[in-house]
């Protein structure tokens, strides 16, 4: 499996079988990328799903599905037509199979309302997207993309997401935001031990 973060919450995820692409949101770069077999969309937030990269990159990969939870349609004017899907649902592109998991996005705050988020967990639990959640699959994680910095995380409660999913590796996103990400990537790398977290180049693939 080949990985490429390409901006805050967006990962291309090859397979050999599929080229899947996760959150294309507004602070991602998604400039060449083309081939692709699906767009998976986790929830409605503009830093996950930004409909202009997503009509482009359907524009480069015509034959590409679009997929997204029940209440993105109505909350993002110019989303193209999509798949709905739902938690419990398995999603099959080529050889490569996606279950979809989780429900509710974390908790900003009890004044503040949350929304749908779907997390993909793909080939068995090679790969898993939690969207903004610490959702916790069923299945054992091979590489788990872990979110580092947000409205709605402290550092300390993505480190124990780590500890608990008990991933191969540890891949950070979701730093679009912050000015260091590489603090919170040090305190994580540090507080979890053994080399688990690994921070991908941006823009660069790289096989795990």
């Not at 749908?116 to 090679?126: C, P, Q, R, S, T």
Request: charged share 20%; net charge negative; with cysteine.
């Amino acid at each position: 499996m080949h990985l490429t973060h390409l901006g805050h919450a967006c990962v291309l995820v090859d397979t050999g079988s599929a080229a899947l692409l996760i959150d294309p949101g507004v602070m991602s770069d998604i400039d060449g990328v083309d081939g692709i077999d699906a767009v998976l969309l986790t929830h409605k937030h503009p830093d996950h799903v930004d409909a202009e990269k997503v009509r482009s990159l359907l524009a480069d990969s015509p034959r590409a599905a679009l997929v997204a939870p029940a209440d993105l349609g109505e909350a993002v004017p110019g989303l193209p037509a999509h798949q709905v899907a739902e938690p419990g649902e398995t999603l099959k592109f080529g050889d490569t199979v996606v279950d979809v998991v989780g429900g509710r996005h974390a908790t900003v705050h009890e004044t503040i309302p949350g929304c749908v988020n779907l997390g993909y967990l793909i080939d068995g639990g090679a790969f898993f997207h939690p969207g903004d959640s610490f959702h916790e699959p069923a299945a054992a994680v091979g590489v788990l993309a872990v979110a580092i910095d947000g409205p709605w995380l402290k550092i300390a409660e993505s480190i124990d997401y780590v500890r608990r999913v008990a991933p191969r590796v540890a891949i950070p996103i979701h730093e679009g935001e912050t000015l260091d990400p590489a603090k919170y990537v040090g305190m994580m790398s540090n507080a979890v031990g053994g080399g688990v977290v690994r921070r991908l180049d941006r823009g660069s693939a790289t096989r795990l």
